[in-house]
């Protein structure tokens, strides 16, 4: 009897096995819209004919329940992988997707993803990192940590292997498994080039756009909500990429909320032994400063930093070129370098608007919604023992998660530009004799308080949307202390009063 069980489990296992498709490596990448495609990617180790069988329902791998299908629109050999991608498209923004790949050998386990959000109100979490060249520990702890916390994409800097041989790119992509959740969720990734790739490197191996004229690529989440640049520090900065860039940010940064660029090689490393980028100094920071990027992601240099907000300038007191200006609605704020399982250095070339500067392995976490971008670096080591966030509470600490804590605070919070949120510092005290109630508001008059002294009087009101458009300006009068939002959109505004003083910004919500 107890043979006959065994050898049931053990033909039952044969079958099982033998079921299986013969695929491996899987990833999540974007070449359009990131809420309404999804580029599936895998290594196909043998078997043909592969279809990826997907739907809004969960039908585990009964492929054939699935209501859509998609063959695979590109097959690239590159690092000893047969690299394949069926392009996903016409999916529904913020949805979840289960898939399945099936071939002439069986079915691959079921998978499952989000769309992005296309609409700007939805919060957005993205993790930001780069550099997992050969120290496969700290590597998976960031893999693993990645699955921990589901953001809504990984923004990946370059350098992910040593030396971008087969056998390395192959645990690469092994490691990268980590990545994907105990019930099969998995993170999409946006890929950069650095020094460590050769050219085409990064287009075979994550699919990504290249219809600018290089492995540089622009995508836009959450519909306006934010604009994320993937340069190649690679190829020149100017040139192609650099027009390509200024008429993309020329065209698309007034009409997003945020703007943020990714790419491999620091413009101003934190590291002695790393040169300076001088051509990206001119092709990228200074448009980033035209444009109002307000935060740009760098790698390479194998340690981390934190900048205040900053803008490229020559005027006396710059350090490098960049002077620190926290009122400028059109500074950024630079973090970096690197440090996902790369060898770590030392952090030894600090500048003057350096906020904080360290060696250690980890990624920033951002959460990102319409008035304000919170960014924390997280340490990597601890994975193991970092709780799991839940797909309904992805903006919260979970358990244990190690944060950095340099001079100056965990949280960088990066305000909305756009509504002139920035408090003139000749006026400190306005914002405790100004208020505006009831707030949220659902219709009627919103109330400006404590407008009663006189040194307001004659003070120009300024109602402006969250890109910073004005509205409507009002001249306060002892009589006028009203602002009626009827004819507001739902949405947050930013209600400016510049009084004699200066100028100060409260929010509001109508709801
Ligand atoms: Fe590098």
Redesign the pocket.
Known sequence: MELRKNLLLFFTLLFITIAWSNTDKYRLTWREDPSTTMVIGWNQISGSNAVVHFGAQDFGTDYNLYPSSKTVDRTVSRKGMNNNYARLTGLQPDTAYYFVIRDSEGVSERFWFMTAPNDPTTRLSIVAGG?SRNNRTPRQNANRLVAKLRPHAVLFG??MTDDSTSSQWQNWFNDWQLTIGSDGRMIPVVAAR???ESSNDIRDLFDIPTAAGGEFYALSFGGNLIRTYTLNTEVTPGGTQGTWLANDLAANSENHIWAVAQY??ATRPHQSGKSEQNDQYEAWSKPFYTHAVQLVME??SHVVKRTWPIKPSTDSGNDEGFIRVDTDPNRAIYVGE?CWGAPIRSANDSKSWTRAAGSFNQFKWLWIDQSKIELRTVKVDNASSVGQLSDNNLFTLPSNIDLWNPSGGTVVTIDNPHGGGVLSVTDVDAPARFTVYPNPIQSGALTISNLNSKEVVGSKVIIRDILGKVINEVVITPEITTYNIDNLKSGIYFINIETKKGKVTQRFIKT
């Open positions: 550099d370059g350098d650095g020094n460590h491999h090689r790698s390479d690197g």
